[in-house]
């Protein structure tokens, strides 16, 4: 960008600026998508995990014992 202060903002400045933005942008995000991928996979096992306990602590809970008993 140029030093001047009275100089107008052109359109190609603008551009500049925002493409400089992208790529910073771009840089950060390819630098964390594999901590990322790996916190994802990681939450998605646990609450599988955590589903699977659940449904059957849920069956042994909610299932019905039938007792007959002779007279």
Request: hydrophobic share 45%; glycine share 8%.
């Amino acid at each position: 960008m140029s030093n001047e202060i009275d100089a107008p903002i052109t359109r190609d400045d603008i551009e500049q600026g925002f493409s400089q933005l992208v790529d910073e942008l771009h840089g950060q995000v390819d630098d964390a998508k594999p901590k990322i991928l790996t916190a994802v996979v990681g939450i998605g096992l646990l609450l599988m995990i955590l589903a699977y306990l659940a449904g059957r602590r849920a069956g042994t809970t909610k299932s019905t014992v039938v007792e007959i008993r002779r007279i």
